[in-house]
């Protein structure tokens, strides 16, 4: 069956440190990939889209890497803040134009000062 | 912009009771989505609509009915609340167009039936 696994502990890390969260599926063959972030009580806001034929992609403080050979997307966060404290959640498309996404359990992240 | 309002903000229903979670987007998305959110279970997908007329099934659908008569609304409907329906529901919305698909999600209803 299909799964998204993403990591279900918490991330804690220090202020100023690069954080890298992990996205990993099987039986999918997704088209794209998503980032959300999500803060406590309310909706999840979009990041960061990746597509099967890119590698890598970078939006300042944040780049996803996406390796469908291992069929891995990593989320990093480069110089974090306490601000950047959330949970991140990885979301798949199966097909690009108009597709359903299924979206991981989300991995939380909490940046001390 | 308003973006993607929902409402009520909260609700708490009894075993059997019906009721309407609305939601409706200012953007002429074509594209909407309910989903619950769960503790352990991340967001799954009861119902989805890709345009006014047009609504299909998601991951979830028991228990809830979807339609869609105009572009801006996508009320969600629950025939006869049960306590497995607890939960925070959030509606989403996308443009068909537009090259990152980045989906608009509202604040959110935190439901709780007893």
């Known amino acids: 069956s299909q799964k998204i696994e993403q990591n279900s502990e918490a991330l804690n890390i220090q202020e100023g440190k690069t954080a890298t969260l992990t996205c990993n599926y099987t039986?999918?063959?997704?088209?794209?990939l998503q980032w959300y972030r999500q803060d406590p009580g309310r909706g999840p806001v979009f990041l960061l889209l990746i597509r099967e034929n890119e590698k890598e992609k970078r939006k300042e403080r944040l780049k996803v890497t996406f390796d469908t050979t291992l069929k891995q997307s990593l989320f990093h966060i480069t110089a974090s803040q306490p601000a950047d404290s959330a949970t991140y959640l990885c979301?798949?498309?199966?097909?690009?134009?108009?597709?359903?996404?299924?979206f991981g359990k989300g991995t939380m992240l909490l940046v001390s000062p | 912009n308003a973006g993607v309002t929902q409402t009520p903000k909260f609700q708490v229903l009894k075993t059997g009771q019906s009721m309407t979670l609305q939601c409706a987007q200012d953007m002429n998305h074509e594209y909407m989505s309910w989903y619950r959110q769960d503790p352990g279970m991340g967001l799954r997908l009861i119902h989805y609509s890709v345009g006014a007329g047009i609504t299909d099934q998601g991951e979830v659908p028991n228990g809830y009915n979807v339609s869609r008569s105009t572009t801006e609304d996508f009320p969600l409907r629950l025939l006869s609340a049960a306590p497995s329906q607890t939960s925070v529901y959030f509606c989403a919305s996308r443009n068909s167009a537009g090259a990152s698909y980045e989906q608009y999600f509202g604040p959110g209803t935190r439901l709780t039936v007893t």
């Open positions: 039986n999918y063959s997704p088209a794209y």
């Open positions: 979301a798949l498309a199966q097909n690009s134009g108009y597709s359903t996404l299924t």
